[in-house]
């Protein structure tokens, strides 16, 4: 039996998706979080062979929690469901130790079968994401992916300073950096174009 556990923060679907593993005689979903930290929790706790996660998660991402889960429990393998056909998303879900990304348009039998997959040690990757993936890289460094995501709030320099323990001159230095790699105007362009790409 695989042990899976589910982290979705929209409660329809978490439901949805819970009840459709459920059918499959080879899986067991041993327990559902609405959040990233609660998913880390109990992945930790629960120790499940496959946890599935969208990206977009309250107080986690998906992305954070699948590099919290390389870090602290290793051996639960992350799956990636979400709506976002973006190769950037997909490249760092990658980096972060994530073994499956797939769409949430996908059948529920892909879902089965990518869960399968992984667990027997492989990867599931949807195809056509797979095949653009490769194309444009992320120019960001963390740090400038940090700043841009404050700026793309509306914050000043000096409230992203402040908030990341940063000088107002090292902020300004990261924004201007990124702006002039993604070939933009100005800090908000260049947090849409970034945010478009998949690389926030």
Not at 1 to 19: K, S, Y
Not at 67 to 94: D, H, M, Q, S, W
Request: hydrophobic content about 45%; aromatic content about 4%; glycine content about 8%.
């Amino acid at each position: 039996m695989i042990r899976v556990l589910l982290a979705e923060d929209q409660a329809l679907v978490l439901g949805a998706l819970a009840a459709l593993l459920s059918l499959e005689g080879d899986l067991d979903v041993v327990g559902t979080a609405a959040d990233g930290e609660a998913a880390l929790r109990l992945a930790c706790e629960l120790r499940p062979d496959v946890l599935i996660t969208d990206i977009e998660m309250p107080r986690l991402s998906g992305l954070d929690l699948a590099e919290r889960l390389r870090e602290n429990c290793p051996e639960v393998k992350v799956v990636i469901v979400t709506t976002f056909a973006r190769a950037g998303y997909l490249r760092r879900a990658l980096e972060v130790g994530a073994r499956g990304y797939l769409l949430k348009d996908a059948p529920a039998s892909d879902l089965a079968a990518a869960i399968r997959r992984v667990h027997a040690g492989g990867r599931a990757i949807d195809p056509g994401l797979a095949a653009e993936a490769w194309g444009e890289r992320d120019p960001l460094t963390e740090r400038e992916r940090q700043v841009l995501r404050e700026a793309e709030g509306g914050a000043s320099t000096a409230a992203i300073a402040a908030r990341l323990g940063l000088s107002e001159g090292t902020v300004r230095n990261y924004l201007s950096e990124a702006i002039s790699k993604l070939g933009c105007e100005n800090r908000i362009e260049a947090a849409r174009k970034a945010r478009e790409q998949g690389w926030l």
